[in-house]
């Protein structure tokens, strides 16, 4: 008989934590585990992704921000007529509405995984804020485990009363055979976006988000090219487009339009990260276990990250880690880096993919989730 596992989620968009979930579903043992998801939002851009590998996916409906009894109760009679061995619940809110439905749905046991490290008042949403509060009140009851997919984020949630008994630490992991290095794909983003092919390209996956700090990674470009004139930036993700007014104002009076390309959502991640010469992570809070800084490692980058959440643990001795909200830090890591040369930089790139492959590869972390689900659901199926 197969294990009916139920996967509760806030919502479906292409970021890092939804996108861990898609690759743990992709590669989970099908003959042991009958997966189910259900998104307490909308079908985002994942929805479909899902379907395409026969996963199911229910939508609640529920609007960011409002709380909705009529869609829990919905939630809980889902739950109920497909009857799960486990529920697993991913990020906050999924955390406090899925467990609570869960239990009500016929004390079935739940999981928690926790996607944050820090949470910062003034810049988190205070909702968010209060959510993580109300479950660490309630991890002594409500979960039997808690999964962290940084050792920060685990040490962070015990310090504000989660409970530690309960508390598994499993990374983010990546696929090897997607991202790698790519000589071919440096050449093509060149001639796409008419770089100079002799050119440094310093690039960034994120979101356009006050947790990504991209007015920080703008003044820390200003700092560099007034020394290092051939270095062109690459940033892409959600609503990273010259239409972002905040963002294109911010370039435009640092005086670097033409140094800037600004791409948007995209589907050819791999090839884009392929070509960076550096990759680059400029967070302020919140960020656990970054998915960009793995993936650049994983196609041979070296990576210039603040310290937020795991990043140093990932990037190790293969890269540069500096303090958050430090332009100028940030700005001489990656001179350091430049001024090392070519073949200095795609050694600690080999060093960087080796670093992956040795602790972060996507099969070993499944094989982490399959262990745990099955240590709670075996013995008693």
């Keep these: 008989m197969k294990l009916r596992i139920q996967f509760v989620i806030t919502g479906l968009a292409a970021h890092g934590a939804e996108m861990m979930l898609y690759k743990l579903l992709s590669r989970i043992n099908r003959d042991v585990f009958n997966p189910e998801v259900i ?5 985002g851009t994942l929805g479909e992704k899902f379907q395409e590998i026969d996963i199911p996916v229910k939508i609640l409906g529920m609007r960011r921000g409002v709380p909705d009894p009529l869609r829990i109760y919905r939630l809980m009679k889902i739950i109920r007529q497909s009857n799960p ?9 999924a955390d406090l509405i899925g467990g609570l439905a869960a239990k009500s749905a016929g004390k079935i046991p739940v999981v928690w995984n ?10 988190s949403k205070k909702t968010t804020i209060i959510t993580a509060k109300t479950c660490a009140w309630l991890s002594k009851y409500l979960p039997v485990k808690i999964v962290c997919c940084a050792e920060t984020a ?3 949630h015990e310090n504000i009363g989660y409970e530690p008994s309960k508390m598994k630490f499993i990374p983010n992991g990546f696929d090897l055979k997607l991202f790698k290095p790519d000589s071919r794909a440096r050449m093509e983003v060149c001639q796409e976006l008419n770089i100079p092919q002799d050119s440094i390209i310093i690039g960034m996956v ?3 988000d006050p947790q990504k700090d991209q007015k920080s990674f703008v003044q820390a470009a200003k700092a560099l090219k ?3 004139p051939n270095v062109h930036f690459v940033l892409c993700g959600d609503e990273i487009t010259h239409e972002n007014k905040e963002l294109s104002t911010w370039i435009d009076d640092a005086g670097l339009l033409n140094s800037f390309h600004l791409l948007g959502r995209r589907t050819d991640i791999p090839r884009l990260t392929a070509s960076f010469d550096i ?5 302020a809070y919140g960020e656990a276990f970054s998915n960009s800084i793995g993936e650049a490692m994983a196609c041979g980058a070296p990576c210039c990250v603040t310290a937020v959440g795991d990043a140093a643990l990932i990037v190790g001795d293969t890269g540069r880690v500096v303090p958050v909200r430090s332009p100028e830090a940030l700005s001489n890591a990656w001179r350091e880096l430049i001024d090392m040369g070519r073949e200095n930089r795609q050694q600690l790139g080999r060093l960087a993919r080796q670093r992956v492959l040795q602790n972060f590869s996507l099969d070993p972390i499944v094989k982490q989730y399959e262990k745990l689900y099955w240590n709670l659901l075996g013995p008693n199926v």
């Design 279 to 283: 990759a680059s992570l400029s967070s």
């Design 114 to 123: 926790i996607r944050n490290s820090n949470l910062e008042p003034g810049s």
């Design 226 to 228: 007034a020394t290092q």
């Design 206 to 208: 994120a979101r356009f």
């Design 154 to 156: 685990r040490k962070i």
């Design 85 to 93: 061995h486990l529920v697993q619940t991913w990020m906050y809110h």
């Design 39 to 43: 998104s307490l939002m909308d079908f």
